[in-house]
Structure formats: structure tokens, C-alpha cells
């Protein structure tokens, strides 16, 4: 670590958990907290709880949990150090020097010299292309698709070229290592053949973050080698599920949502037709972490995706996903052409527009795509998709939102709209009955693997948390040996003393540096969980009577079960003194 507890505490204290989360999800107020649906894991009803008064979060469905530097170390992948120097630039903050052993020093600089060995390979690119006779060749071909000198500025594009170690020689002469450039996956060593070039006889597309710092290329071949398309492997700066090609340049469009296609060259296409809140994925299908992306800045998207089988498969599963995270997703119809690109190319910016406004929504593309596995004027086939699309339907939970999509299918489908209704109704109930009984089961694996012991040791750590001055009132009623749990006795340690020297708790202090992510997301657990009664003097004088001589008696009972340490009759008379306790507040 190179940074003080003090500045540590300072930074953290003047980022505010709320404000810094609500960048990346849309939170909503729910009593004294804030709620979403979880980042990091997937559902449909909010669990991801965020607590301003304890600057602290936790998700109550998969466990991840801590203060503002969990958070942004778990959402952005970066190291403890990378979310300090994060946050105290959001906040700021100038940081002193940091004193790095050379060790540090070589990791930290690592990162740095990839993004900038990426901007050079990208500046070499970029220059075959325009300046040089060799390469002619790529850019006759970003000609025949119609780029402009604009465009291909605008974006960086570029040419690799048919030499086997052409980019290697010159990344060299620029003083880079073979490391980084291994590291950044530019070039591959063979102990025989020496080093080689990952990508040549491509044209070159640079692939950014949302900053515009050059994280990867995509490569195009040039002639018929496969593969046709290929993508820098994932490295420490690129994570394919975590970006999205443009996404740097959408994020500031004025137009509405995003436009999710399948490649970059249609992303480039639109850009130069106007479109430029056009984004892609990244040579993978589109992953939640993307769509997560999106939702940093719009929840608007409207999928244009191929329209052969493989793209409606894709905006399929797109649709999904983007209905888990309550994003609108709506789908343009490109027949009769396959792509973005030739659309705009033959029919126009304009009549794209149109196909915009007139985009369908992600139900009723799921239907259309359904009905073309059933022959409708067959009364058989006819029964079977409407079973289907009942199915479909009874998946909507706003019953307003049901009603118009049943009103609107069966019109579509000439469908009798009572009969559709029904089979609805019952899609539903019994699709409720399947989700009741999943949920009985994890409940009860939840029940059978929580040990009583910890959990009264960790409520009681809870109601102190929430209720401070208890601190006061426990601190001769309460010693170590109460916390038979190891971290929660830490835990209690660490808040006592905080009573101690400044009058007060700070839980999310204690969660500044947990070395155990497993222990720190328990500890989140403890400090987000709030009071389920109310916390008037005599309910709370009552409820912490019961469950310190509950805890109090346990600890004893196992001590007399084990036989260590002191006679039992003196445990025995300890057990009778026990349950005369009187906690007042
Ligand atoms: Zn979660």
C-alpha cells in the first residue's frame, strides 16, 4: 500500500457512496436507503442495497458488498491503488507522491505501457494506410465500402501489412519491450520463428474504452484467409464483455438511446450516415457487463442486428438480457437488406429514421419470430402458436402493458382475443408455480447452512451498528469472549475502539481494507442489515436483554460440552448469573 490510512479515509469519505454508484445504475430511494438490481449478478427484483447513512453497499442475492472502493474495484476491475487514485480525481483530491517499491512500480507502469504501445501500433496503422503505396491496398477497400478520408480519420483506421514482423520492428525501434507487446497480445513469440506479427494483411480498426484510450484492434483479412474477422485476445486492459465498440462517441450523441449492432464496419457505416449513436459488440455475443454499460447512460436500445438466423438468434438473446436489467429494447427491421450498411447504402439515412420510429418492441419481435415455425391457416398449428405466444405473454408483469400486447397479437395474428386471453392467464399461473417452488428450494438450502451461533453474534453487531450509543451502554456488558466468530470479533473490536476515540462508528472505515473479499462481503452483510422492529428504549432494552443471555448461555453451553477451561460449577453458577441480566438503554 502506498497511500496513508488518513488519505485513504479522506478520499473515501468525499466520494459519496449514493452519488458514485448512481453513476453506473439507476438507484432508487426505499426507506433510509437506496435499492437496484444487482450488478454483478442477475434478477428481477432489487436486492443491491445502498446505505448513505453507512456509506456502505450490499447485494442481499449473491453476497458482494463493501464500501466505495469495493464497489469501483468490482464494477471497473481496477486494483485497490487504481480505485484510490479513481476517486480522489472524482473528488478532487491531489494525492502526496506515492512511495512504489519497484515491484509496484513495474505492475502500475504495466497498464500504461499497453495503452501506450496500442497507441502507437494504431498511429503505425493509421500511416500504412494513408501515406504509403503498400498501403493502397486496404484503403481501396474502406473506398469500396464508401468510407470517406473523414471517416477513416475520425475512427483511426488502418492497414497491416503482409510482412510477418513489420509492426514488431517498428514497436521495437520506438523503444517498446517484447513483453508489452506480447502483454497487449500486438505479437507473438516462437522460440523457432522468432516474433510475428498477430495481426497482418488486415485493415485495422482500434478498439477503445469509454475514455478513448486504445484497449485492442479488430482486423479485417483482406482476400479470403480465415479468419475473416479477428479481435485482440483479452488482456489486462481488454475485456471483451466489458466494452463496446463507439461507446466513447455515443455516450455524448444528442440522439436517443443506442443502436446495438453485430460488427464494427456497421458501426463505422452508420457513424458517417449520422447515426452516431451507433455501438457494437466486441467479436462475443452481448453480455450483461454491456448492457450494464449502456446503462450508465441511456436505457433506451434499439437492436440492429442481421436479419438472417444467426442475427435474430443474437437480438434474441439480447432482448433477454436487456429485459432482466428493465432496459427498453426495441428491434429495426432491415428486410430486404442484410446489414445496417446496405440498408443505408440502397434506402438512405432517412428511410432508416423511419424504420427507426417504426422499430417493433422486443415482445412482439419475439412473436413474429415464433410464428414462422407454424402454418396458420392449419386449426392445429394455429392452437400450437398461440399456445406459444401465450407463453410469451403471460411473461409481462404490468397487467395494463398484458392487456395491449394480447389486444395488439391477436388483431396482428387474427386470433380471438378472449381464447388468447385465457391461455395467457393460465401460462401464467402455472409459470408462478415453477418460480414459488425454485425459490422454496433455495430458502431452505439458505436455512440449513446458517450456523445460529454466528447469526445472533452478527444481529447483535447489526443492532449496535444502527443504534450507536449502544456502544456506551454495552461496553461493560459485553467483552471478546462474547464473539466466539473470529471475523466478527474483529469486528467488534474495530467499532469499540472507534467508540472509543471519536464517539462514533464509521463501518464503512473498517471496510477500507479487508485482505479476504469473502470476510469484507459478510461484514457488508452485517453493517446494511436494518432493524425490523421499531427501536423505541423498551422494545430495544428487551431485545437486547434476550439475545445477549441467548448469546452469552451458548458460549457457555459449548464450554461445558468441550470441558475446557474453567470447573463446571463455576460455569453453572455463571449460567444462573447470566439470566438475571437487565440491558438498560
Ligand atoms: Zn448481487
Known amino acids: 500500500m502506498y497511500y496513508s490510512d488518513e488519505i485513504i479515509e479522506e478520499v473515501r469519505s468525499r466520494n459519496d457512496i449514493v452519488d458514485v454508484i448512481s453513476e453506473y445504475v439507476g438507484l432508487k430511494k426505499s426507506g433510509t436507503s437506496y435499492k437496484c438490481c444487482c450488478p454483478f449478478h442477475s434478477e428481477k427484483t432489487p436486492s443491491f442495497i445502498v446505505s448513505r447513512e453507512k456509506q456502505i453497499f450490499h447485494c442481499f442475492g449473491c453476497g458482494a458488498g463493501g464500501n466505495v472502493y469495493t464497489f469501483i474495484m468490482k464494477y471497473e476491475n481496477y486494483s485497490f491503488m487504481e480505485a484510490v487514485e479513481y476517486l480522489a480525481k472524482r473528488a478532487g483530491i491531489t494525492l502526496p507522491e506515492k512511495e512504489m517499491s519497484s515491484e509496484d512500480k513495474k505492475r502500475y507502469s504495466r ?29 481501396n477497400y474502406y473506398k469500396q ?3 470517406t478520408d473523414e471517416t477513416i480519420a475520425a475512427f483511426g483506421l488502418g492497414y497491416a501489412d503482409i510482412y510477418r514482423d513489420d509492426l514488431y520492428k517498428y514497436l521495437k525501434s520506438k523503444g517498446f519491450t517484447d513483453t508489452i507487446m506480447k502483454d497487449a497480445g500486438l505479437v507473438e513469440f516462437d522460440e523457432r520463428n522468432g516474433p510475428k506479427d498477430k495481426f497482418w494483411n ?12 486504445i484497449i485492442a484492434f479488430g482486423g479485417r483479412v483482406l482476400g479470403d484467409a480465415k479468419p475473416k474477422y479477428l479481435n485482440t485476445k483479452e488482456t489486462d486492459i481488454f475485456n471483451k464483455s466489458r466494452n463496446l465498440f463507439a461507446m466513447n462517441i455515443a455516450r455524448h450523441s444528442r440522439k436517443r438511446g443506442v443502436i446495438l449492432c453485430e460488427g464494427y464496419m456497421d458501426v463505422i457505416a452508420m457513424h458517417q450516415a449520422g447515426f452516431d449513436n451507433a455501438i457494437a459488440s466486441l467479436g462475443t455475443a452481448f453480455t450483461e457487463g454491456q448492457a450494464n454499460l449502456i446503462k450508465r447512460y441511456t436505457t433506451d436500445v434499439y437492436l440492429a442486428y442481421d436479419s438472417d438466423g444467426a442475427g435474430r438468434n443474437a437480438a434474441m438473446k439480447a432482448i433477454g438480457i436487456l429485459r432482466n436489467l428493465e ?16 440498408f443505408i447504402k440502397n434506402l438512405g439515412a432517412e428511410a432508416y429514421e423511419e424504420r427507426i420510429r417504426n422499430a417493433l418492441t422486443g415482445r412482439i419481435y419475439e412473436i413474429d419470430s415464433v410464428v414462422d415455425n407454424f402454418d396458420l391457416n392449419s386449426p392445429d398449428e394455429k392452437t400450437a402458436f398461440m399456445k406459444e405466444a401465450a407463453q410469451l405473454l403471460a411473461g409481462i ?9 394480447i389486444e395488439s397479437v391477436s388483431s396482428k395474428y387474427y386470433l380471438n382475443r378472449d381464447e388468447l386471453k385465457k391461455l395467457v392467464t393460465s401460462a401464467g399461473l402455472s409459470g408462478n408455480q415453477v418460480v414459488a417452488n ?41 467483552s471478546e469472549e462474547d464473539f466466539t466468530v473470529d471475523y466478527i470479533r474483529a469486528v467488534a473490536d474495530m467499532l469499540f475502539k472507534q467508540y472509543r476515540d471519536t464517539g462514533t462508528v464509521n463501518p464503512a472505515q473498517i471496510l477500507n481494507r479487508y485482505e479476504d473479499a469473502e470476510n469484507q462481503e459478510k461484514v457488508s452483510g452485517i453493517f446494511t442489515k436494518e432493524l425490523e422492529f421499531d427501536t423505541t428504549p423498551s422494545v430495544l432494552e428487551k431485545a437486547l436483554t434476550d439475545l445477549i443471555i441467548k448469546i452469552k448461555t451458548a458460549n457457555i453451553d459449548r464450554l461445558l460440552k468441550t470441558g475446557e477451561g474453567i470447573s463446571s460449577i463455576e460455569l453453572a453458577k455463571k449460567k444462573s448469573e447470566i439470566k ?3 440491558i438498560k438503554v
Do not use: W
Open 327 to 342: 432496459m427498453s429494447q426495441k428491434v429495426i427491421d432491415l428486410k430486404p437488406y442484410k446489414d445496417p450498411d446496405e
Open 580 to 582: 438475571r441480566l437487565r
Open 145 to 147: 465500402r464508401g468510407f
Open 397 to 405: 408483469e404490468d397487467s395494463a402493458e398484458r392487456q395491449n400486447y
Open 202 to 213: 488486415r485493415v485495422m480498426v482500434p478498439i477503445t474504452d469509454i475514455n478513448g484510450k
Open 438 to 478: 425454485e425459490y422454496q428450494t433455495r430458502e431452505y438450502r439458505n436455512r440449513v447452512e446458517i450456523d445460529p451461533v454466528e447469526e445472533d453474534q452478527k444481529y447483535l453487531i447489526t443492532m449496535m451498528v444502527n443504534e450507536p450509543y449502544l456502544f456506551e451502554k454495552l461496553e461493560n456488558v459485553l
Open 111 to 139: 497498464k500504461q505501457q499497453m495503452y501506450e504501445v496500442n497507441k502507437s501500433a494504431a498511429a503505425y496503422f493509421h500511416f500504412l494506410l494513408t501515406k504509403t503505396e503498400r498501403g493502397k491496398l486496404g484503403y
